[in-house]
Each structure stands twice: as structure tokens, then as C-alpha cells.
């Protein structure tokens, strides 16, 4: 393993940037689950572990949805109670995926504090995805996020095609507003807006970060997903940035994609967004070198290089 050279990159902070960049972490989950061939439990453990050394404080560690939908994540009840001593490591939150009220009991059951539910802002990927109408899979969260809420469990609303589908083409930006909106109504704490496919451009995040300002979801309650299917995952994340968002979902190594949505390729590397942040002086809590170092050891474990370009200059590895 090969150090960042010569204490590079050099911090040249821009203006009206956010201070510091809350990293969600979703390369156990979101990364994993899009895997050909499964990873084994302790692996996955042993994954997160590394993560939360790594200075991650919010890793995304599983998800309990049936296992005929995503057979990468059916170990979710045993992988969970292997997670207790990362607590020790710092203040490292282990939000799960729900899709009903079923997945919320088995979270529950197991102590998870956190969750998130997964909407559509299009009818094809709800259906694909949910089997259901956009307005049907809202009703289906509504009943497990006042259990959780009633519970004092933090709700994350996950809303995927939010920039373009790859069965109806772009996405009106009113359309995405409704569906938004109508994820927070249910008593969502937080956002995360998904470019399911990576079809976004900066002026599109900004239009989209814009309009819901104006229907009063707040820049504070937003985070984004970016993929990078065509390499404008970190310059959209910078217009996220200008705007005023402050929560980065990202994956280590740069894995995932959807199951459902085959041209949507692989998240942003949160090797990539930590180079550019620290670039900014943008406070993180990440070392990347440890980072770095786990994404090579994860790549090694599935048999493949790191998509990672980050990872590949820190590594010397092809």
C-alpha cells in the first residue's frame, strides 16, 4: 500500500461550502446486494469493521428484505448481532433497509436503531422494484415509519429515479417534488435522492435541490446518491455541496449498481468523494488510507480490481 504522495491533495478551500460532509456509507448494503456471487457473512462483518476503523460513522450494514428479492443480503439476521462491537470503535451508526412492516419487525427484533425505506419517484421502477404503484408503496411505508418514529428509530426516505428512468426517460422534476414530499409527510427525518441510472447534471441537482426548497423540504433534511455511469457522480455531488447539502451517500471502492435496473453501474466511490472533499478542506472524519486499504482488501476477497480510480492511483493496482 502506497500513502497519498507527498501530502497530496493540497487543501484549496472554495467558498460557501459546507464545513464538514457527513458520509453515508453504503457499500455493505447497496454495494454488496449487486454482487454475482455471495459474500460470505463474516466477510461482510469484517467489511464494516474496517469501514468504522476507517472513520466511517454511518455504514449502511444490511438489508431485511425477503431473500428471493436479494439472496446477497439474506444472512441479515445473522450478520447484525456480529456488528455489536463496532459501538466500540466510536459513534458508528448501522442504519438497515426495510421494505415493509415484516422487515421492520426483524430490524427491531435485533436492536437497529436506524432504518430506511426505498421509494420510486417513477410507476415502472415501483413496480419493477415494489410490485406496486408509486402511491401503493407509499401507503405500504406509512404504517412502518410511525412504528419507527413511534419508536424513536430514525427513518431514512431512499427515493430512486430521481434524474432519469431507464424505461421512461427523463423524470419531470414536479414528479420527483411529489413523491419527495410526500416521503417526509409520512415523518421521514431524512432524504436521500437517488440518480438510480447516473444520468444527472449539475444544473438538473441544482434544479431539483431548488424546487424542493420552495415545497419546504429542507437542504438539511437532503442527502444524494449518486452513480457515475457517465463520470459526473462527484460534479454533481459539488453542486449538492454549493447548494448546501452536507450528507454524501458514497460506496467504498465504488461498488454497486441496482438489481432491478440493469444500466444503472456502480455508486460513487467514497475513495473519490474523500480525495475531492479533503481536497476542499472539507472535514470528513475519514483516513483515507485505511480506506484505501480496505477497498483493496475487499477486492481482493471478490476477486477483481476496485472500480475505484482513487484507490487504484493509492494502490498501484490495475
Known sequence: MTAQP????MEVPAPDLPARVRIHEVGARDGLQNEKAVVPTE??????RRLAVAGLATIEATSFVHPRWVPQLADAEQLYPLLGEIADIGDVALPVLVPNERGLDRALSLGARRIAVFGSATET?????????????????EPVVARAKADKVHVRGYLSMCFG??????????????VAKALMNLGCDELSLGDTIGVATPGHVRTL???????????DTIGVHFHDTYGQALSNTLAA???????????????????????ATGNLATEDLVWMLHG??????????ELVATSVWLAEQLGRPSPSRTVRALSHKE
Open 165 to 178: 428512468d431507464p424505461w421512461e426517460g427523463p423524470v419531470p422534476v414536479h414528479q420527483v417534488v411529489r
Open 280 to 289: 476542499l478542506g472539507i472535514e470528513t472524519g475519514v483516513d483515507l488510507d
Open 125 to 141: 421502477f415501483a413496480a419493477r422494484n415494489l410490485n406496486r404503484t408509486v402511491d401503493e408503496s407509499l401507503a405500504m411505508f
Open 241 to 263: 455541496l454549493q447548494h448546501g447539502v452536507s450528507t454524501v451517500d458514497a460506496s467504498a471502492g465504488g461498488l454497486g449498481g441496482c438489481p432491478y435496473a440493469k444500466s
Open 6 to 9: 507527498l501530502g497530496l491533495p
Open 209 to 219: 435541490l431548488t424546487e424542493l426548497n420552495e415545497k419546504g423540504v429542507r437542504t
Open 43 to 48: 466477510v461482510k462483518a469484517e467489511f464494516i
